[in-house]
C-alpha cells in the first residue's frame, strides 16, 4: 500500500504484537512497515515485497556481489553521512532500521536520466549478460559518493567482492577508469591508456572500442542527498531499544549496554547479528535456526575506536573497513616500529572477503564464530591480543592466547558475555611481526593456511627473547607452535635457524592423512614456507634497522621471496580493423556497436525470467534431492511436509502423465524424477508446492527418503578400476602408430588430468511455468534450448508439441550448462504446474544448482608420442577418459569433439586417439564452452612441452616444426584451408616481444630462488559446426511495420554473448538500414520452431543466414518502390508496399553445408572451417606458496571480418579468463562417497577482478575474410577459450625452473588446474621434502578430483 510518498505495509496476519513499526528510505521513499519479518533479508524485501528486481540473487551468501546495493547512515552526534555497499542476499531487513537504501533502480535509468557509472560501464562494453552487472554498477556508484575521483586501486579494492562470469573484467575496469584523476583522454594524448605501445598499427586499424570524450561528466553535486526527513527524525528522536517479531523470530536493536546486557542475561542462547556474514550463512545453508537475534550495532561502547597509551581498543562492533581505516591513519601517525602489529593487520585486511562483507562485518564477529581459517584470530592470537569480555555479573579481560579456543568453533567466552572491545598493542623497537595468507584465490577467498608471526629480540641482539606463532588451518581452531615458541627464545635470528626450528614446526602442526580439509602435504610445506618468509623479513629488517648486529646477509636471490603482489590497472590495449572508408553510415556491421541490452541491464530494467512479476495464484518449488550418491529408494514420506502450512502438493515420478525417462540416445537414463534408485547427489526425488519459495525448502527438508546405500564410483580412476563405462567407445585412426614409434628417436609417455569446471553462470537456472487454457502450456525458462524444451515438457505431459509454448528474453549467462540439464527441470516444474493447475517457479539456489546441473567433463589424457631427435612428431597415441556422471547425456559428443581437437594445431601421419566414457555416481556433466576440446588440446599440447623438455629443445621451435601448413589434413582427414594460424602466431610473438621477454624472465630466474617467472606461447585450432548433422539448420521471421521499423525473430538465444545485437547489425546491412531502425524481442517456438540450441558457438553463423536471406526476400519484394521512387526514403517504400498489398513478413532459413564424420568408417568432414588464435602469457610463481600472477597476455584471434569488434574482443577476454578458470584455478573436489565440497562462491572460486592480467592485450587478426560464414566473419564463442593455457605453460615454465634450482629435471606432471597447492607441490624443496605424500589407498582422501 502506497502511503503519502512513501510504501507503507501493515496487512499481516498472524503476528505476535511485540513488532515495532521498521522505517527506512528506499531510493528516497520512505517505507513503512508494521510487520517486519526479521528473517528476510534486504534482497528479498526488495525483490519481493517493494518489486525492486534490478538488484540480482546470485548466490545468497555475499559471494558474488551480485545483490550489492549502498546502505546510507546518519549519526546525529558528528552530524556525519556514511555510504556504505552491502550485499542485500546478508543484510537483514531490520538491520536497515532508520538508513537509507539505494538500489540499482534509484540512480539512472534509460527514460530519464543514466547515472554516470550506468553509461560508462554499458558504453565501455562491460556488461553481457548483465546479471552481475547492478551488482557493479552498486559498488563502484558507492565508491564514487565516498571518493568523487578515486584512484584505480580504490576501483579494484570496491570490486573486489563481485564476480562476473562473462566479460573478463578488463572492459568493466577500463570504462571505470574514466572516473579516476588520470581518467582517459579518449586517446587525446601521447601516451593515452587507450593507444597502442606497440608502434607497427597498421593501416586502418583502431584501438578505440568507445569513445570517453563523449561520456556526460561526472557531477558528484548533482547526486541525490541523504533524506531530510530522515535526518530529522533521527536528530529529534532519542534511541530506544526496539523489537520487530515474527511469529518465528524476534529481533532486538538495543542503544544502551545496559539493555544489551539485559536481553543477553535473558536470552544467552541468543545470536548478536552485527554484518550478519556468518549467522546469514549458518541460517542459510547449516540448517541453523536461532529465533532471537539482538542487533548490536547500536549500542556506542561497541562501535568506539580508542587510542591509549599502550595501543588501540577496539570495539566489538566495529567494522572491518572502519578497523583499517583507523590502523591506516595511526600507521601514518606513529613510528614505524609501533605499528607493525597495525601493518600485518591492514595487509591481511586487504585480502579478507570483499568489500561489501569489510564494510559491515566485525572483529568480535570474527573472533567469536572461531573458524580455523579465521583470518584475524592468527594475528590477534600472535600479538597478545585481550578481549575485554562483559554480562549483566560483571566483567573480564582475557588474553586471546591459546586456551581461548576450547574446541571447533568453540571458546571460552560463556554464554551471558558480550566481547566488549579488543586492544591490539603497538610494538616496540626489538619487535616483528608479520601476518600470512595463502588462499586458492587471491582476493576474496578463505584460507587454506593463515599465521601471526612475532619475534622480540634482546635489544643490541639478534638473540630470541620471546616469539609467538599462531597458525589457522592447521587444526580444528587457531593454534599456537608453542614447541616451537620454546625452542627458538634464546636462539640467534641467523643462519642455520629455520632449520633448527623445521622439526619443531612438524612436531607442533601434525596433520595425518585424510585429515579434515585434505592437501597435507601442501599445508604442512606452506606452514614452513611461511615461517622461512617470516624469518627472511625479520633478517631484512634486522639488517636495515640494527647497524651494530653482524647477523646474516641475505643472499640476493632470496629477497624477492616476500615480495608482495601487485594490483592489476587494467592496462592494455585492443586492435581491430575499421570498417572500410566507403562502406555506408547505416550498415553496421563491422562497427563496435554496444550491446542492445547494455543500459538497461546498467540500470537494472532488463529482466531475467525471476524479474518477471509473480502472478496471484503462482506457486513455488523446493526440491527433494537424493543425499546419496548411489542408493535404492526404500521409502519416501512426504506427511510432515504436506502438514507444513502454505504446502500444496508433493510431486514425485508417480504425478508424471506422459513420460518420465529421456535421454539422447536409446539408453534413456535421464529421469525428471527417481525412481526407485538414485545415481548421484543431487537427482529429483519429488518436488513440494508451496505458497513460496521459503516455505517450499523448508517443507521440502523435511520429506523423509529413506535408502539403502549401493557401492559409489567417482573419480575417472574408480571407474577404470572398477571397469565403469558407457557402452560406446570412439577411435580415430590414421597411419600406423606402433611403425611411427618403432622409427622414432624419443619415446615420451604421460598422463595428465584435467578437472571438472562448474559454469557458474551467475543466473542459476529459472523457470516458471503457466497452465493456460485447457492443456496448454506457456513456459518461460532461463535455457539455451527453446525447442528441447518444449519437446520435452510436451513428452513429459503427453501433449502434443504445438500445445507448449516457450519462450525467454534473455540468460544470466549460459556456456552450455542451460543447453540439455534445464530441459530436464522445466519438465519437472511442468509436472508440478500440471497436478496443481496454477503456475509454478523455480529458480535454483546457487548451491543447488552447482549440486545438480553437473559440470564440464573432467579428463584423463593418457599419451605415447614418438619424436625424431629434431621434436618432429613421428606417431602419437591419446586415451582419453571422460567422466560423464551418472548419466549420458551429450557425453558422446563432448568426447568426440574431444578427439577431434586432440591435435590442436600439429600434424602427424600416425596417430590413434581412442574415447572412453566413465560412468560414475556424480551430477551428470554436460555441455561447457570448448565441449570437450579444451581438455584435448591441453593433452596435446602437455605432448609438446614434454617433447621440448625431454628432447631438450626451445618449445617454441618444437611447435613450429609441427605446424599444420595449407592443404595438411586433420587426423581425421578434413583437409585446412585458409589456414592463418602463422600469421597469427608470428604477429603474437612480434607484438608481445616474446623473444626478448624469454631472455628477460630467464635472467629473472637466475637472480631469483623463491620467485619465478615463466612465459609461454600456445595456439589454437577450433573447428565450427555442430557434430550432428541435424542441428546445422535455423530458421528466422523477419517483419516489417507500417512505420518502416523491423522486427526480428530467430532461433538463438540472447545470453550475453551480444547474438541479438549481431543479427541486428547482419540486418542492417541487408535491409540497407540503420540499426535503430530494427529491433529483436525474444526467442520463442512460436515464432521460429524447431530451432538448435544456442551453442557450438555457431548460432551467429546460423541464425545469420537465415536472417538474411528474409531481409534479402523483403528487400527483393520492396524492390519495385525503390525503383519507383528512388530518391523515397525506407518509410515510404514500406508504406507503398503496405499500400499495395505487398507481405511485409518473411521467414528464412538456413543450412550448413552437408557435415559430417562417420565414426565406423572414419569418413567426412566435421566442420565449415576452422578458427584460429594465438597468445602469449607471463606469469610470476611464489615458489614457498604456490601463488601466482599474470603478468601481461597478448592475443591474436581470427575472428574473420568481425561482425562486431567490441563483442568479438569481449568474447575473447571472456572466454580467456574463464578458460583461465578451468586451467589455473578452479578446483572442483567431492568427498570420496560422491558429496561435492567445493559448492558456493564460498568454495568454489572462479576468477575474481584481481586475477586478470596486468596487462591483457588483444587484436583481431586484420584481413582475414572467411568465405564460409555470415559477412565473412568467423564465429568467437569458444575458440578463444583455450588460450588460456597458455598461462598453464607459462606456470609450467616457472615451475621447471624452481625444480632446476632445487637440482630436480626433466618432465614432470602436473594436473590442471594448476592450483597453488599443486604449483608449491611441483616447486620441490627441502620443505616439500619433510611431508611425501602418503600413498593412494593407504588412506581415506578428505576430498577427490572427479
Ligand atoms: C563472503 C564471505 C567472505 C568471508 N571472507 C572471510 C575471510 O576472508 N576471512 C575470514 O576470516 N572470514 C571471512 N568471512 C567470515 C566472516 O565475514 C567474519 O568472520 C566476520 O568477521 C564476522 O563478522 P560479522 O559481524 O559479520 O558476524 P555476525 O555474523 O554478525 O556474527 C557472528 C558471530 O559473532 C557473535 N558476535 C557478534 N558480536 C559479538 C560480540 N560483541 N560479542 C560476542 N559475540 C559477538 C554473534 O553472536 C555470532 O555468533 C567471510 C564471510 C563471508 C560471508
Ligand atoms: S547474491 Fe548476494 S553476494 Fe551473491
Ligand atoms: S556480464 Fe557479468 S556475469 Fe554476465
Known sequence: MEGAGGICFSDHRGRPSCSDTLVFFCNGKKVIDHHADPSMTLLSYLRTKLRLTGSKLGCGEGGCGACTVMVSKYSPKDKSISHLAVNACLTPICSVHCMAVT??????????????????????????????????????????????????????????????????????????????????????????????????????????????????????????????????????????????????????????????????????????????????????????????????????????????????????????????????KLIGAEPEHKTRVFSAIVEMLRWFAGCQIRNVACLAGNITTGSPVSDLNPLLMAALCTVELMSSKGGRTVTLDGSFFTGYRKNIIEPEEIIINISIPFSSQNEYFYGYKQSPRREDDIAVVNAGMRVVLIPGTDEV?????????????????????????????????????????????????????????????????????????????????????????????????????????????????EVPSGQPDSDAVGRPLTHLSALKQTTGEAVYVDDIPHMDDELYLGLVISKKAHANIISVDATKALAVEGVHAYVDVNDVPGRNRFGPSLLYDDVLFADAKVTCVGMVIGVVVADNQAIAQAAAKIVDVKYEELPVVVTIEDAIENNSFFPITREIKTGNVEDGLEGSDVIIDGEIKIGAQEHFYLETFTTLVIPKDGDEVEIISATQSLTRTQSLVAEALGIPIHKVMCHVKRLGGGFGGKESRTCLHAGVCAVAANKVNRPVRLMLDRNEDMLITGTRHPILGRYRAGVSKSGQLRALHIDLYSNCGHTYDCSAAVLERAMLHADNCYKCTNVCVTGHLCRTNLASNTGFRGFGSPQAMLVAETVMSDIATKCGLNP?????????????????????????????????????????????????????????????????????????????????????????????????????QGLHTKMIQVASRILRIPADKIHISETSTSTVPNTSSTAASFSSDLNGMAIKEACETLLHRLEPFIQDDPKGSWESWVNAAYMNRVSLSSTGFFKARDLYFDWETGQGEPYTYFVYGVAVSEVEIDCLTGGHQVLRTDIVMDVGDS??????????????????GLFVLEDYRVTPSGHLLTIGPGFYKIPGFGDIPSEFNVSLLTRAPNPFAICSSKAVGEPPLFLSASVYFAI????????????????????????????????QDQFTKQFPSPAPGTYKPFFVRP
Open 956 to 1056: 617454441l621451435k618444437v611447435r613450429e616444426l609441427n605446424f599444420y601448413k595449407e592443404g595438411d589434413r586433420t587426423h581425421y582427414g578434413q583437409e585446412l584451408q585458409s589456414l592463418c594460424l602463422e600469421r597469427c602466431w608470428e604477429q603474437c610473438i612480434n607484438t608481445s616481444n616474446f623473444v626478448n621477454r624469454r631472455q628477460e624472465v630467464d635472467e629473472y630466474n637466475r637472480g631469483n630462488r623463491w620467485r619465478k617467472r615463466g612465459i609461454a606461447v600456445i595456439p589454437t585450432k577450433f573447428g565450427i559446426s555442430f557434430n550432428c548433422k541435424l542441428y546445422n539448420q535455423a530458421g528466422a521471421l523477419v517483419h516489417i511495420y507500417g512505420d518502416g521499423s523491423v522486427l526480428i525473430a530467430h532461433g538463438g538465444t540472447e545470453m550475453g
Open 103 to 328: 538500489t540499482v533502480e534509484g540512480i539512472g535509468n534509460t527514460k530519464t536520466r543514466l547515472h554516470p557509472v550506468q553509461e560508462r560501464l554499458a558504453k565501455a562494453h562491460g556488461s553481457q549478460c548483465g546479471f552481475c552487472t547492478p551488482g557493479i554498477v552498486m559498488s563502484m556508484y558507492t565508491l564514487l559518493r565516498n571518493r568523487p575521483h578515486p584512484t584505480m586501486g580504490e576501483i579494484e579494492g570496491a570490486l573486489e567482492g563481485n564476480l562476473c562470469r562473462c566479460t573478463g573484467y578488463r572492459p568493466i575496469l577500463q570504462g571505470f577508469k574514466t572516473f579516476t584523476k588520470e581518467g582517459c583522454c579518449g586517446k587525446n594524448s601521447k601516451n593515452c591508456c587507450m593507444s597502442s605501445s606497440s608502434n607497427n598499427i597498421d593501416l586502418g586499424v583502431s584501438t578505440q572500442l568507445f569513445d570517453p570524450t563523449k561520456f556526460v561528466p561526472y557531477d558528484p553535486t548533482q547526486e541525490p542527498i541523504f533524506p531530510p526527513e530522515l535526518m530529522m527524525m533521527l536528530t529529534e528522536k532519542t534511541p530506544v531499544l526496539e523489537t520487530f517479531c515474527s511469529d518465528k523470530v524476534t529481533w532486538f536493536r538495543p542503544v544502551l549496554l545496559e539493555q544489551l546486557l539485559k536481553l543477553k542475561s535473558k536470552h544467552p542462547q541468543a545470536k548478536m547479528v552485527v554484518g550478519n556474514s556468518e549467522v546469514g550463512v549458518e541460517v542459510k545453508f547449516k540448517n541453523q535456526h536461532y529465533s532471537t537475534l539482538i542487533d548490536v550495532n547500536h549500542v556506542p561502547e561497541l562501535k568506539r575506536i580508542e587510542d591509549t597509551p599502550t595501543g588501540v581498543r577496539v570495539g566489538g562492533s566495529v567494522s572491518l573497513t572502519s578497523l583499517g581505516d583507523h590502523l591506516k
Open 1203 to 1220: 561482425l562486431n569488434p567490441a563483442i568479438d574482443i569481449g568474447q575473447i577476454e571472456g572466454a580467456f579468463v574463464q578458460g583461465y
Open 1292 to 1323: 609450467k615454465d616457472a615451475v621447471l625452473s624452481a625444480r632446476e634450482d632445487a637440482g630436480i629435471k626433466g618432465v614432470f606432471r602436473l594436473d590442471s588446474p594448476a592450483t597453488a597447492d599443486r604449483i608449491r607441490m611441483a616447486c
Open 465 to 577: 627473547e620471546d616469539c609467538t606463532v599462531a597458525y589457522g588451518g592447521m587444526a580444528p581452531t587457531t593454534v599456537l607452535a608453542t614447541k616451537t615458541m620454546e625452542n627458538i627464545k634464546g636462539k640467534n635470528w641467523s643462519d642455520g635457524l629455520v632449520e633448527h626450528i623445521t622439526p619443531f614446526l612438524v612436531e607442533d602442526l601434525p596433520l595425518p592423512p585424510g585429515a579434515p580439509g585434505g592437501m597435507e602435504s601442501y599445508r604442512q610445506s606452506l606452514a614452513l614456507g611461511f615461517f622461512f618468509k617470516f624469518y627472511l623479513a625479520v633478517l631484512e629488517q634486522i639488517n636495515r634497522d640494527a647497524v651494530n648486529i653482524i647477523g646474516s646477509s641475505i643472499p640476493e636471490s632470496y629477497k624477492s621471496a616476500n615480495q608482495s603482489w601487485d594490483k592489476n590497472s587494467a592496462q592494455g590495449v585492443q586492435m581491430y580493423q
